[in-house]
């Protein structure tokens, strides 16, 4: 019988420095997110223990809340051209089944969605409480010249495009 072939190492001629770089160069997306994850965790902390103004906790999520409104920008998008691009690799009959299912599970996901959503609204009331305590607590704050342009930067990216798209100001 013959010994069974065993997979040669493609990185046989390498010194040990050489296959860290390589490791290190084919895996830097997942070590840079690590590593963001890791920094993001101690600058919380970090400023928690600076007790720092609100205004200046605004300027510090102001980067984030884009991005946020960034993804939540492009996800509807994102979903239309994935579902698009891969009904256009599919033949035509093959095409038109999966296009009904894909249709049917998207309306299927939302319809769940919804029916969860209606269930926690009406299970735990959002917004409900006392009106007394509301208006007590209703102290409006100053708004400044650089709150005005963070909220108009904000306001560049929409959460939501389609409404962006057909909502109209008068």
Request: proline residues 4%; contains cysteine; positive net charge.
């Amino acid at each position: 019988m013959d010994a069974p072939l065993e997979i040669e190492d493609i990185d046989e001629g390498l010194t040990r420095g050489q296959k860290c770089k390589k490791w290190l160069k084919d895996n830097l997306l997942l070590l840079l997110t690590i590593l963001g994850v890791g920094l993001g965790i101690l600058m919380g902390f970090l400023m928690r223990m600076a007790n720092l103004s609100q205004q200046n906790i605004d300027y510090f999520a102001f980067p984030g809340e884009l991005f946020i409104r960034m993804l939540k920008c492009m996800i509807l998008p994102l979903i239309l051209c994935s579902i698009i691009s891969a009904l256009a690799t599919l033949d035509a009959k093959t095409s038109g089944k999966l296009g009904g299912r894909a249709v049917a599970y998207y309306a299927g996901t939302t319809l769940i969605a919804v029916i969860i959503g209606i269930v926690l609204v009406v299970s735990i009331h959002p917004g409900k409480g006392d009106p007394n305590a509301i208006a007590r607590a209703g102290s409006s704050r100053r708004v400044s010249a650089a709150d005005s342009f963070l909220d108009l930067i904000r306001n560049m990216f929409p959460d939501n495009i389609m409404q962006a798209c057909f909502q109209s100001y008068n």
